[in-house]
T-cell receptor, first 111, second 119 residues
Framework: GENVEQHPSTLSVQGGDSAVIKCTYS??????FPWYKQELGKRPQLIID?????GEKKDQRIAVTLNKTAKHFSLHITETQPEDSAVYFC??????????FGAGTTVTVRA | EAGVVQSPRYKIIEKKQPVAFWCNPI?????LYWYLQNLGQGPELLIR????????DSQLPKDRFSAERLKGVDSTLKIQPAELGDSAVYLC?????????????????FGEGSRLTVL
């Protein structure tokens, strides 16, 4: 099955700085890579996703990049704000509809 | 539109007792998932349904866990008997998968989860 590794496990950034979270996946058949944000006690919610036919996608302050050759993808958050503090999960998805999640990154934005 | 609804939100039971969780997916979503989330970890798939058929239950501990999705809509997840190690959040999610194209939309919509504490 798919194995998704996520780094770092915790990330503390000064407000206004950028945050980068990296994930690697094992199965080259994976073709969809979403990122979920989970605030404390809340449900995971999709914040951005990318498909294997695209190398980069941006939505306001967040962006995701995908390197299919190296089998890794990254989440970039620019101009971090306090409301960005949460746990972020990457995931890799294959056509058999199985979504495998990384272990999560706890992001803390310092005021 | 209502999102994925789960109940109960919190459940505290003693070990060896049974427990059941209920999930109502987003209307029209044919795929339903049950995930287990331990503290500080990512969700781990327990079982996936396509309509009323369980198409992936390889990670479900079948000696004590069972699930059903009658009529392809609501689903229940049961644990009997519960063990201390079952304490976790049980997340239900649904998605709309267009099987006829061979392509999944991918996006999962999660419920708020059911937090189980086994004493």
């Amino acid at each position: 099955g798919e194995n998704v590794e996520q780094h770092p496990s915790t990330l503390s950034v000064q407000g206004g700085d950028s945050a980068v979270i990296k994930c690697t996946y094992s199965d080259s058949a994976s073709n969809y890579f979403p990122w979920y944000k989970q605030e404390l006690g809340k449900r995971p919610q999709l914040i951005i996703d990318i498909r294997s036919n695209v190398g980069e996608k941006k939505d306001q302050r967040i962006a995701v990049t995908l390197n299919k050759t190296a089998k890794h993808f990254s989440l970039h958050i620019t101009e971090t704000q306090p409301e960005d503090s949460a746990v972020y999960f990457c995931a890799a998805f294959m056509n058999d509809y199985k979504l495998s999640f990384g272990a999560g990154t706890t992001v803390t934005v310092r005021a | 539109e209502a999102g994925v609804v789960q109940s109960p939100r919190y459940k505290i039971i003693e070990k060896k007792q049974p427990v059941a969780f209920w999930c109502n997916p987003i209307s029209g979503h044919n795929t339903l998932y049950w995930y287990l989330q331990n503290l500080g970890q990512g969700p781990e798939l327990l079982i996936r349904y396509e309509n009323e058929e369980a198409v992936d239950d390889s990670q479900l501990p079948k000696d004590r866990f069972s699930a059903e999705r009658l009529k392809g809509v609501d689903s229940t997840l049961k644990i009997q008997p519960a063990e201390l190690g079952d304490s976790a959040v049980y997340l239900c999610a649904s998605s709309l998968n267009r099987a006829w194209t061979g392509v999944s939309t991918g996006e999962l919509f999660f419920g708020e989860g059911s937090r189980l504490t086994v004493l």
